[in-house]
């Protein structure tokens, strides 16, 4: 598949869970956070190259009473402490049928980010898992790539603007370095 945007991104965001690390449903304890394979190194990667990191994350346990907000942000930090520094983190506390303009796949998150990074959502990208990433990438006007997971729908797949096995090749696409 081609590259997702003709020029580098300034700026790439990622899903929490399930991208950047190993998706444990409502998780509220920092201890069982565990990094995708390889995400260290491409994000140093992505921080050497002068690429700002972001992330975006859809937490509906909170609105479900099933976490709390401290909770997220204690496995948030432990999330930054093992792949940090993060330039932006958006997170969304609503639930699917509280009809939020930030949890994914509305824009909301990825255009708040944008905003902060003082970039236009053309120079950013976003490297997710399922289909409603995708969706709010479209939506926002970034560049998208989905790594798929045992989770991934096969229809989310083929709809997705590009595909990468990994968060290594998924980044490759966008930098126009993937083999």
């Known amino acids: 598949m081609g590259r997702p945007t003709q020029t580098p991104p300034r700026a790439v965001l990622f899903d929490r869970d399930?991208?950047?690390?190993?998706?444990?449903?409502?998780?509220?304890?920092?201890?069982?956070?565990?990094?995708?394979?390889?995400?260290?190194?491409?994000?140093?990667?992505?921080?050497?190259?002068?690429?700002?990191c972001g992330v975006?994350?859809?937490?509906?346990?909170?609105?479900?009473?099933?976490?709390?907000?401290?909770?997220?942000?204690?496995?948030?930090?432990?999330?930054?402490?093992?792949?940090?520094?993060f330039d932006v983190w958006e997170v969304c506390p609503h639930g699917p049928d509280d009809g939020c303009a930030c949890r994914k796949p509305a824009p909301g998150m990825l255009l708040s980010a944008c905003r902060r990074l003082g970039l236009d959502p053309s120079q950013v990208a976003f490297i997710g898992d399922i289909g409603a990433d995708m969706e709010a990438a479209r939506a926002a006007g970034a560049a998208?790539?989905?790594?798929?997971?045992?989770?991934?729908?096969?229809?989310?797949?083929?709809?997705?603007?590009?595909?990468?096995?990994d968060l290594a090749e998924a980044v490759g696409l966008l930098l126009g370095t993937a083999r």
């Not at 859809?58 to 093992?82: K, M, P, T």
């Not at 991934?152 to 083929?158: G, V």
Request: no cysteine; net charge negative.
């Open 18 to 52: 399930g991208t950047l690390v190993v998706d444990v449903p409502y998780n509220p304890d920092p201890e069982l956070v565990r990094p995708m394979p390889g995400a260290a190194a491409v994000l140093e990667s992505l921080r050497r190259a002068g690429i700002r």
């Open 144 to 165: 998208a790539v989905l790594v798929p997971t045992p989770v991934t729908r096969p229809e989310e797949i083929a709809a997705a603007p590009a595909v990468a096995a």
């Open 56 to 85: 975006a994350t859809n937490q509906s346990g909170i609105a479900r009473g099933l976490l709390d907000e401290e909770q997220v942000r204690a496995v948030n930090a432990r999330v930054e402490q093992l792949l940090g520094p």
